[in-house]
């Protein structure tokens, strides 16, 4: 079965380093997404990409973020300059269209990011 | 602001019981409405998506969706231990892609 797979599964930085997460979606699905999970908070959005470019972001995603699909197969995020409120799981999602109607979307295993 | 409102519980129920669990969204053009399992540390693991008024079923689970009362609810049916997790309702909002999360229930199945 296809999946949403991300590296690393752990990163450690010093805060105001940058970072770098990745992601390679599903292959056939054409909407990709970051989230972000602070422990023992909820799934929070931070930006959807399709067709390569930005189609939504959320206030959490200001100046430090940016994201990119660089090769048509990964899709990275980067943080510029770490915080220590930065740090959090960061799921990588990626979703389908169903012919019938309705959509799918499935998250890969996440990153968890720790910014000391 | 839209939100999307989840009991926080934990809902506790024996083995072999029904397990209910309800979402309610503020905006109204909300189209598609997912629910999510979450074990502890883990992604949460797409089970149901739902987008038209009515009942959708599959195997033990059971996703209802009323838009005029912007309710969505999540029926366990047979809950086993296994099922022990946090389930979290997600609504992707009209027209764009922005895909917001409830806060989750906690659900304990006692054996």
């Known amino acids: 079965e296809p999946e949403v797979t991300q590296t690393p599964s752990h990163q450690v930085t010093q805060m105001g380093q940058e970072v770098i997460l990745r992601c390679v979606p599903i292959?056939?699905?054409?909407?990709f997404y970051w989230y972000r999970q602070i422990l023992g908070q909820k799934v929070e959005f931070l930006v959807s990409?399709?067709?390569?470019?930005?189609?939504?972001k959320s206030e959490i995603f200001d100046d430090q973020f940016s994201v990119e699909r660089p090769d048509g197969s990964n899709f990275t995020l980067k943080i510029r300059s770490t915080k220590l409120e930065d740090s959090a799981m960061y799921f990588c999602?990626?979703?389908?269209?169903?012919?019938?109607?309705?959509?799918?979307?499935?998250f890969g295993p996440g990153t968890r990011l720790l910014v000391l | 602001q839209k939100e999307v409102e989840q009991n926080s519980g934990p809902l506790s129920v024996p083995e072999g019981a029904i397990a209910s669990l309800n979402c309610t969204y503020s905006?109204?053009?909300?189209?598609?409405f997912f629910w999510y399992r979450q074990y502890s540390g883990k992604s949460p693991e797409l089970i149901m998506f739902?987008?038209?008024?009515g009942d959708k079923e599959d195997g033990r689970f059971t996703a209802q969706l009323n838009k005029a009362s912007q309710y969505v609810s999540l029926l366990i049916r047979d809950s086993q231990p296994s099922d022990s997790a946090t389930y979290l309702c997600?609504?992707?909002?009209?027209?764009?892609?922005?895909?917001?999360f409830g806060p989750g229930t906690s659900l304990s199945v006692i054996p």
């Open positions: 997600a609504v992707k909002e009209t027209s764009y892609d922005k895909v917001i």
């Open positions: 999602a990626s979703m389908a269209e169903l012919a019938g109607g309705g959509e799918t979307q499935y």
């Open positions: 739902i987008y038209s008024n």
């Open positions: 990409f399709y067709n390569n470019e930005i189609s939504e």
């Open positions: 292959s056939n699905h054409l909407y």
């Open positions: 905006d109204r053009g909300s189209q598609s």
